[in-house]
């Protein structure tokens, strides 16, 4: 008896280590495109922490432009309950209108944001969700309308 209970404590530590080493981490392959819904080209400018800029993407009325790609271990914003788009997670950014006026962003986190904003997750559009099990893949896309560049105008005149 105590051997039957021995081999049936062996198999199941064996069976734990097995479904342990099977276990699958999520992972998220994201993209974000930004579309100029203006009738003059706007700039979006990345920026490091010091907020120098390192790269540049010219988006022409109409078009719509890859700015940004979210991989790694991890769930989508756009399959989990929650405001934020995690749209440049932790990083700066800044719309350039054609006249001059800026927009400057940070990471969603920096407190509450009023208004439509590329931190949101109901101001995306989701272009494609090709999502699996343990794999969230999504394509989003964020019209630069309007109301950003009103918000561009009030940040200037504060």
């Known amino acids: 008896m105590k051997k039957i209970c021995f081999l049936i404590f062996c198999l199941m530590g064996l069976f734990a280590m097995l479904f ?26 990345k920026l490091d922490i010091d907020d120098h800029v390192y790269d540049t993407i010219t988006i022409n009325p109409g078009e719509s432009v890859f700015v940004y790609f979210a991989n790694g271990r991890d769930h989508s914003y756009f399959s989990q309950n929650m405001k934020w788009s995690g749209f440049m997670m932790g990083n700066h950014y800044c719309i350039l209108y054609s006249d001059g006026i800026k927009a400057y962003y940070q990471s969603e986190y920096q407190g509450e944001i009023d208004g439509k904003s590329p931190a949101l997750k109901q101001f995306w559009n989701i272009l494609e969700n090709t999502s699996k099990k343990h794999r969230d893949e999504y394509v989003v896309e964020y019209t630069v309308d309007e109301a950003d560049y009103q918000f561009a105008v009030e940040l200037g005149a504060e």
Request: hydrophobic content about 30%; aromatic content about 24%.
């Open 20 to 45: 342990t080493s099977c276990h699958y981490d999520p992972w998220v392959e994201d993209q974000y495109y930004f579309k100029n819904g203006l009738a003059e080209p706007i700039k979006f400018l």
